[in-house]
């Protein structure tokens, strides 16, 4: 289930990135286009090395979940995938909490300026037993593209 779910959530990321690329190409503006580039190329420089990236990300999910009184039980490595010349990095991280400010943790990593998105989210309820409380927790699935 989890391989589908990477393999889904690659392929959307690609069909959008796509898209993004066709749309440049009509925009026609060469000074607009130019300034574009720029900035996505400065993107990827900035975005490129696989530790930076994942410490940015550590470091913001760990400030909302300390900001929403979350708890983050796993923040485990990339799994790396090469598609069409691209380079896709998918973090997988799970956390706990009440269900709003868990919502409040999703829509903070959608705000965060180009460091990638967040393409999967899913909630289970786990702790029924008898002795102990029913907890709610989200696993998210994060990826970002990197050129070769």
């Given at each position: 289930m989890?391989?589908?779910t990477y393999l889904l959530a690659i392929r959307r990321t690609l069909d959008i990135r796509k898209s993004v690329g066709k749309m440049e190409a009509v925009a026609g503006n060469e000074n607009e286009m130019r300034s574009?580039?720029?900035?996505l190329t400065a993107l990827g420089n900035r975005w490129n090395g696989a530790d930076d990236q994942g410490e940015f990300l550590l470091e913001n999910v760990s400030n909302l979940c300390q900001q929403k009184k979350l708890r983050l039980h796993s923040f485990p490595n990339p799994e790396w995938a090469s598609v069409s010349g691209l380079k896709v990095?998918?973090?997988?991280f799970e956390v706990e909490g009440e269900y709003r400010n868990l919502l409040e943790l999703l829509f903070g990593l959608e705000r965060l300026p180009g460091s990638g998105k967040v393409v999967?989210?899913?909630f289970a309820v786990s702790g029924k037993q008898y002795h102990q409380e029913p907890r709610l927790?989200?696993?998210v699935f994060w990826q970002n593209i990197q050129q070769r």
């Open positions: 989890t391989a589908l574009l580039h720029a900035k990095a998918t973090y997988k999967s989210a899913a927790g989200l696993t």
